[in-house]
């Protein structure tokens, strides 16, 4: 059973008029969720790297009604720009205690690769931005929530690799499976303070880091390898729809939130069934290999 506050009953019923801080809202599940949000009339604080594709989410969101009091464009990795991003917020919100009611960290990278292809930059970027980054954003926005005493949301956009060994996967896996000790742990630290923690846990998803994702030691024009890559596409399901899955466990108050049945199968699999689970995870691992060798090589 997946881990339960103190109290389950939501604290974020209904989006409209709640204060959303939102990473990675260029693209995406981020883009798309900001967008649900906008649609809802909540007031948006938004954050991304790209920024142009956040000028365009800014712009969308305002569309549709919405209230985007802050954006800046700024890499979650750095601390510093986190810091000085948290401190506009806040001032713009004003008060005795400003501060958001839900936090959604949903920015991050992915990089594959065996143990002997992967450099150091990819085992460094994958924990700078996908654990570290996340962190970043807890520290700077999540105690003012806390005294503001109004209780609140956080989300945190995991993946399937932070639940079940995926071939390949170290690094990306390395902070995927941090966020998720994160979130457990806040699941109940924050409780006592009405704010619920959700992990977010997608399979494949049609956004741009499918095409974009790295691949250490692999050709990516390869054939074979594109062949590979648009099966795994094929599979995906919409930014939308996972969008619609994260703001639902937000209202429920769910701690793990699945976006495909598949993904819920796999990690029950994991859980109730462990020496099948590791003979199927070396056989994929095989294959997964084979797949992605380059032409040529054997």
Not at 6 to 33: H, M, N, Q, Y
């Amino acid at each position: 059973m997946p881990p339960r506050a103190r109290s389950d009953r939501p604290v974020i019923k209904d989006f409209a008029g709640t204060r959303c801080l939102l990473t990675g809202a260029a693209s995406g599940i981020g883009r798309a969720t900001a967008l649900k949000l906008a649609a809802e009339g909540a007031e948006l604080f938004l954050t991304d790297r790209n920024a142009e594709g956040l000028a365009d989410t800014v712009a969308d969101a305002r569309a549709l009604g919405a209230t985007v009091t802050a954006h800046r464009a700024l890499d979650v990795s750095d601390h510093d720009a986190v810091a000085a991003f948290a401190a506009e917020v806040h001032d713009a919100i004003g008060g005795a205690t400003p501060a958001v009611d839900v936090v959604m960290n949903i920015a991050g990278v992915s990089a594959w690769g065996t143990v002997s292809t992967l450099s150091h930059r990819q085992w460094e970027s994958m924990v700078a931005i996908n654990l570290m980054g996340p962190i970043h954003v807890i520290e700077c926005f999540v105690p003012p929530m806390v005294a503001a005493r109004r209780g609140g949301h956080l989300v945190n956009v995991s993946s399937a690799a932070g639940l079940v060994a995926l071939p390949w996967h170290a690094a990306y896996s390395a902070s995927k499976y941090g966020l998720r000790g994160v979130s457990e742990v806040l699941r109940f630290d924050l409780a006592r303070h009405r704010i619920g923690v959700s992990l977010v846990v997608p399979g494949a998803v049609k956004t741009p880091l499918v095409q974009t994702v790295e691949i250490a030691g692999v050709d990516r024009e390869d054939p074979r390898v594109a062949k590979w890559v648009d099966r795994f596409g094929g599979h995906a399901v919409s930014p939308e729809h996972v969008a619609d899955r994260i703001l639902a466990g937000v209202r429920r108050n769910r701690y793990l939130v699945y976006t495909s049945p598949d993904i819920r199968a796999l990690y029950a699999f994991k859980r109730y069934a462990w020496w099948p689970y590791s003979v199927a995870m070396r056989v994929v691992n095989v294959v997964f290999t084979r797949a992605l060798r380059p032409a040529g090589r054997r």
